[in-house]
C-alpha cells in the first residue's frame, strides 16, 4: 500500500503543487478543498493521466466531524504519512470596525482549530506507527501583528505555536511538525488572485513575476515543503522560513500579504 | 467625574493588586470576577474604606454579550481611562490526548476572543476620547510552544499579535495596548494556588516566596503596570517582561507555569 | 555614602536626561562623555545648583584601561548602585563597501566589548553587596539585521545577548540587567542630532517632535528608566521597549533609526 | 570549470560532510581547516579517489589576510558559488571571571569578524555573478543568551543580524546568506569530540546516536545544507532550525551545547 500525503487547502498554488510533487515522488496525493469539484478533478485527472495514484475530496474544514470524516476516509486508502495543512485566514487588512466578531471566530477556526482537530485524530495514528509528517503552511501574520490584520495575525500566531507544542510533545514519537512561514506573495491564482481581484493580480505577475521570479512559485516551493518531509530524523526542521530571492525579511517590510 | 480603571480578572493576585493601586492612585476601580460575590463585595469594601472609590461587578466573560454589557455598565459610572484584562487560560499541562476540542475552543474564548471583544467596544471609545490605556496579563506561553499547552499557548500567541495589531492600528490615534508577559510562577492564592492545590501552593511559597522573593509579588508588580499605564505618549512601552530576580528567562527555563 | 548612578554617554539625551533624573532622586550622578569638556561640566553645575551630587568624567571608552579605570575612579566616590551603558554604534547606513574593517570592529568594541569590560569589573561588586543595576540603552538594531546596518546590528545584537547571559548567570545573586530597546527616533542634538546634521534635525523635530510627541523625549524615557532601576526583585523587567505613541514597532517599520 | 564549494571549518563533522556532499554533487569542494595537515590531506584523497574534485587549505581564521587570501586562492581554482562559513565560538560554559576579555575577543574574531572578513570580499564577487550563496553554521547561542555563554551568545548573536543585514541588502542581486541554527548535539568527533573529551563523547554517543538517531548526523545535515544552497530564487529559505527528533527547541530545552 502506498503512502498517502493529505493536502488539505488544495487549490491552483502550494497546496496542488505540493501533492503533484509527493504523487510523483510515489505518494498517493488525496487532494482536498472546499469547493469547485470540477477543477478539483481535474487535477486528480492530471496526476493519474501522469500515472501517479491521486483521489479527490470535497471539504468544508469549519463544519462539525467534517475533519475528522476526512481523515477516516483518506487513511481508508492508505495510511497518510504525510498532512500538508494548507488552510488559511487572509483576508486582507481589515480595520477594527470592519472585523465582526463572526469574521475574527471563522478566522481562528479556520487556521488554528482546524489543525487542532486534525492533530486530534491524526497524531494518534502516527505515534501508533512511529512516523508521521505535518507541514504547516504559514504566513508573515504568524510572526507579527500589523494594522488590519486582528483576524489573521491572532488566528496564525495561535497556529504557529500549536506547531511548537506538538513537536514538544510528540516529536520524540516520530511525529514531525514543521512550520513553513511564507513570507511574502504566492503565484497562485485560487488564494492571492482571489484576493487581489484579476486585473491587480496580473499586474503583480507583471511586475514581480514571469522571468522575475518575484513571487514564490509553488512547484519551486514544493521542492522544500518535500523535502523537509523527508529529512532524516536525526535532522529535522520545525521552522523553515520562504520568499522570493528580491523580497525582504518580514522584519524588514512593512506591509503583509 | 473620576477616570475609571476597569480590571477583568480581579481575583487576590494581579488584578485585585492592580485593582487596588489605581484606585490609591485616584481612579474609580470597578472590578470584574467570575463568581465569589461576597470575596468581590470584600475587596470593594476595602477599598471604599481606604477612602478610595470602586464597584464591583461579576462576569462570565465567555457570556454573549456579557464582555459588551460590562463595558457599558462601567462607563455609566465613567470613562473607562485604562483596562486591565486579566483572565488566562491556564489549565495545566494537558496532552493532547486529555484536551477535548471544547477546552481548546474554551481557552480562545477566554484569553484570546475577549480581548478582542473588549477591543471592539471599547477601542472606538478611547479613540474618540484620544487616550486610553489597554493592559493585558500575559504568560510564557504566549512565546513559546511547550508539551501540554495546546490550549494554552495556542490563545496566548493569538492574544499577543492581536496586541501588536491594536498597537499597529490606534497606537497614533492614542491608545496605548501593552502586553506584559509574567514569566513566572504569582504569589496568587486565587490563580496559581487553585490550580495547584493548596498544600502544594504552600510548599512552594515556603520554598521560593515570603521574605526570599522568588514568587512574583502582586502588590509589586502592580507599581510596574500603573507606571506603564502613565508612560509619557512618546516614551511608551508595548511589551514587557516581569519575573522574579531568582528566575530564569522563558528562553532559558524548560518548564511553564 | 550616597548610591551612585554611572552615566557611560552622557550627552544632551538620554544619558543627560537620566544622570538627572537619578541626581533628582538622591543619586550621585557619575557623568562620562568622550569629548566636550566645557558641556560636562556645565551638565555637572546644572545638577549641582539644582542641589544635587555629580561628577563629571571624560572618558574614550574603546581605549584600553580606560573604562576600568573609570569604575575605579567612581566608586571612590560611592558605591555604584546604577550605571547606564548609553554607548551606541550607530553610524548611519554604510553598505558593506562602504564599511571597513575597523569601523565594524569599532562598533563592536563600543557598542559590546565596553559592557562586557564594565561587567567584568562592576559585578563582582555588585553580587558582593547582593545589589546592583545595569541598565543598557539598545536599538531598533539588537532586533533584527537590515540594510545598511553590517556593524551596528552584529554590535547590538551580540549585546543584547550578552544582557540575557549576565542575567541567567547573575539575576539570582541580585544583579539586574535591563535591555531597553529604544524603537525610534530620539529628541537627542548630541546623537541624532550628529548624525542627520543641523538641519536635517531640525526638519524633522519640527515634523513630529514639540507639541506633537513623535520624537522620544529623553526626559520622559528617562522615567522609566528609574522605573526599571527601583523594581521590586520580586518582579523584575530584562528587556522593554520605549517608542513614540505614534511610532510602529520594529515589526511594522522598515527604516531603522 | 566547476563551481567551487568552499568549506571553511572542515574537520569531521558538519564541514566534512557538507564537503563530501557537493563534491558528490559536481562542485570542486575546497576544504579548509587550521590545522592537521594530514587529516586535511586525508579527507582530500577520499574525495579524490571517489572520482570527484578537491583541495585542502591550512588557515588561521583570525590572522590577518588569511581569509581574504585563502578567497584568492581559492577563486583561482574556480569562482566559489558556494561558501559555507563553518567556525564557531564554542567554548564550553564559562563564567564571566573565567571569560578574560582576550577570550571574548577572540569568540567575535571568530564567530562574527571571520564571516564579515568572508563577506567583504565575495560579495562583490557573487554580486558581479549575479548568484552565490553563503551558509552559515549556527547554533543554539545566537538564539539566546544563557549562564556561561558570555563569549559565545555575544559572538553568534551578531554574526545572526549580519547574515540577516546580508540577505536584506544583497538577496535581490542573487547572493542567498542562510543562517542553518543547529541546535543540539552534532555527532562530530572534531568540535563537539573535543569539547566534551573522548570518554563522555562516546558516554554520549552510547546514549544518544547509534541507530537511537538523537545526535545530529553530519552526513544527513549535509542533506538540507545541499538542498538550500540549490533553492530556486524565488523560494529561498533565509533562517532554519536543524535538531534531532528526539531533542526539544531552544525554546523548551534550558542547557545549550
Known amino acids: 500500500m502506498k503512502k498517502t500525503c493529505l493536502v488539505i487547502g488544495a487549490g491552483a498554488g502550494i497546496g496542488g503543487s505540493v501533492g503533484k510533487k509527493f504523487a510523483a ?25 501522469a500515472g501517479w495514484s491521486a483521489s479527490g475530496h470535497l471539504l468544508n474544514a469549519v463544519e462539525e466531524d467534517a475533519l ?24 486582507g487588512n481589515r480595520s477594527l470596525d470592519e472585523t465582526p466578531l463572526k469574521t475574527f471566530e471563522l478566522g481562528w477556526r479556520m487556521a488554528c ?16 506507527r512511529g512516523h508521521g509528517t505535518i507541514l504547516v503552511t504559514s504566513a508573515t501574520a504568524a510572526m507579527r501583528g500589523n494594522s488590519g490584520q486582528h483576524s489573521h495575525a491572532a488566528a496564525m500566531a495561535g497556529r504557529r505555536l500549536l506547531c511548537q507544542t506538538m513537536n514538544a510533545e ?49 512547484e519551486k516551493m514544493a521542492e522544500t515543503y518535500f523535502h523537509l518531509a523527508t529529512q532524516h530524523r536525526s535532522a529535522w526542521s520545525h521552522e523553515v522560513d520562504l520568499r522570493a530571492y528580491s523580497d525582504l525579511a518580514w522584519w524588514n517590510h512593512a506591509v503583509d500579504i
Chains 1, 2, 3, 4 share one sequence.
Open 25 to 49: 515522488e510515489g505518494y498517493h496525493a488525496a487532494l482536498c478543498r472546499r469547493s469547485n469539484i470540477d477543477g478539483l478533478n481535474a487535477m486528480v485527472d492530471d496526476l493519474r493521466e
Open 68 to 91: 475528522e470524516e476526512l481523515v477516516a476516509a483518506v487513511e481508508a486508502i492508505g495510511p497518510i504519512d504525510t498532512v500538508l495543512y494548507n488552510l488559511g485566514a487572509q483576508i
Open 113 to 128: 482549530f482546524g489543525l487542532f482537530r486534525i492533530a486530534k485524530v491524526l497524531v494518534p495514528l502516527m505515534v501508533e
Open 170 to 218: 510528540y516529536a520524540a514519537q516520530g511525529v514531525h511538525v514543521v512550520h513553513i512561514m511564507v513570507d511574502g506573495a504566492v503565484d497562485a491564482p485560487d488564494t492571492l488572485g482571489k484576493m487581489l481581484g484579476a486585473e491587480k493580480f496580473e499586474a503583480l505577475r507583471e511586475a514581480k513575476g514571469k522571468d522575475k521570479d518575484g513571487l514564490l512559485l509553488p
